[in-house]
């Protein structure tokens, strides 16, 4: 282990390997089943791994909402995926409250094992929770040679533009397309100016956020991260109606209709607040690049347009003109052969974590 500065803590550098073998560990002590174990620490490291640490082990949310939602019965470790509808291309299927984890690995691999035999394929998940970052299942389909799109949508915590309460969930949205000796294109975004989960991540920080992220309980912008979470309302994507804020409006609920409206499972603002509150749907989709031409071809236009954008000249404080993909491959060489940094009292919080669910914590001293 080492360690590396970021702010007033060190963080401290963590084995991958470790770390996904640590989380699968808790995962199997609480009864999910070692395949699907697997299968949902290696979304949860791969965040951390690609710099997305809002969505992984940086932030400990595999304690914060994934045991935590297994001991509370909000999420059922042993719930079969199981098929509702089914066409060669299609299928809904119901996660019957399991871990969203590992429903959207069998989702997406459903999806691209349509689209080998039809060219496309497409898979709306219900009654599932909290699926990680999105860019993991969008990313699934890239080594096929296709193109990946996966979204989710989530409990009301977004503004509408002109209104005051949260009527969608930061509802992201992840493509990722193969190139040929660039890095691939990613791209994973959500319809809120920012994730919730950031806001966590900001307060352990101890830093503030930008106005036109996050609102106070009025709704009102604020830059204190920890008023934000309190009040649990962020703004869309835009910030502002004179900013584009509509964008990001339309975006949630286009992300709504695809994973909520067309599997069932019902639009952020329809989800019951009751028992299953934090339950959600999901959407993935794989394309066949050589459906519509050689993928050699769609790979080497994809590096030429790549090349020219990186050539061009980058703005004052920026040294390179960067596309959707290139700063997560970054961090993806150097975290994996250095580490994936904690800071201290993530690592603390892991550590007792390892306590209370009975398995050993050996990645650090």
């Given amino acids: 282990?080492?360690?590396?500065?970021?702010?007033?803590?060190?963080?401290?550098?963590?084995?991958?390997?470790?770390?996904?073998?640590?989380?699968?560990?808790?995962?199997?002590?609480?009864?999910?089943?070692?395949?699907?174990?697997?299968?949902?620490?290696?979304?949860?490291?791969?965040a951390d791994l690609r710099g997305v640490e809002t969505h992984g082990m940086s932030n400990n949310n595999l304690g914060r909402i994934y045991v935590r939602d297994i001991q509370s019965g909000k999420?059922?470790?042993?719930?079969?995926?199981?098929?509702?509808?089914?066409?060669?291309?299609?299928?809904?299927?119901?996660?019957?409250?399991?871990?969203?984890?590992?429903?959207?690995?069998?989702?997406?691999?459903?999806?691209?094992?349509?689209?080998?035999?039809?060219?496309?394929?497409?898979?709306?998940?219900?009654?599932?929770?909290?699926?990680?970052?999105a860019q993991y299942f969008s990313m699934m389909a890239v080594p096929h040679g296709m193109i990946g799109i996966s979204s989710?949508?989530?409990?009301?915590?977004?503004?509408?533009?002109g209104g005051r309460e949260p009527v969608y969930g930061t509802n992201p949205i992840s493509v990722g397309a193969p190139s040929g000796g660039e890095p691939d294109f990613c791209l994973d975004v959500g319809t809120s100016a920012?994730?919730?989960?950031?806001?966590?991540?900001?307060?352990?920080?101890?830093?503030?956020?930008?106005?036109?992220?996050?609102?106070?309980?009025?709704?009102?912008?604020?830059?204190?991260?920890?008023?934000?979470?309190?009040?649990?309302?962020?703004?869309?994507?835009?910030?502002?109606?004179?900013?584009?804020?509509?964008?990001?409006y339309g975006l949630g609920m286009l992300v709504d209709v695809l994973c909520g409206i067309l599997s069932g499972h019902?639009?952020?603002?329809?989800?019951?607040?009751?028992?299953?509150?934090?339950?959600?749907?999901?959407?993935f989709c794989a394309i066949r690049v050589d459906a519509f031409r050689p993928l050699d071809e769609f790979q080497g236009q994809m590096d030429d347009m790549?090349?020219?954008v990186h050539k061009t000249e980058p703005a004052r404080g920026f040294d390179r003109v960067m596309v959707a993909g290139d700063p997560e491959h970054a961090k993806e060489q150097e975290r994996r052969s250095r580490g994936i940094p904690l800071l201290p009292a993530v690592v603390d919080e892991l550590k007792e974590l390892a306590d209370d669910v009975g398995v050993a914590w050996t990645l650090t001293g």
């Fill in 1 to 46: 282990m080492a360690s590396e500065g970021q702010g007033s803590e060190d963080r401290i550098r963590v084995d991958s390997g470790g770390l996904r073998t640590f989380a699968a560990d808790v995962l199997t002590k609480l009864g999910v089943p070692p395949e699907d174990a697997t299968m949902a620490a290696d979304v949860l490291v791969y």
């Fill in 75 to 133: 999420i059922k470790p042993t719930a079969p995926l199981t098929v509702v509808r089914e066409t060669p291309v299609t299928a809904l299927l119901d996660a019957n409250l399991g871990l969203g984890l590992s429903a959207g690995v069998r989702a997406m691999n459903m999806a691209i094992e349509k689209a080998r035999d039809s060219f496309i394929g497409m898979v709306a998940v219900k009654n599932s929770h909290h699926f990680g970052a």
């Fill in 152 to 161: 989710t949508n989530s409990n009301p915590i977004v503004l509408p533009t």
């Fill in 194 to 248: 920012m994730v919730f989960q950031k806001l966590i991540l900001t307060t352990r920080l101890g830093t503030e956020i930008p106005l036109g992220v996050a609102a106070d309980d009025e709704g009102v912008p604020t830059s204190d991260p920890s008023v934000a979470v309190e009040a649990r309302k962020l703004l869309p994507l835009g910030s502002t109606p004179e900013l584009g804020s509509h964008k990001g």
């Fill in 266 to 283: 019902g639009a952020s603002i329809q989800m019951d607040a009751g028992e299953n509150y934090g339950s959600v749907g999901h959407f």
């Fill in 306 to 308: 790549f090349d020219r």
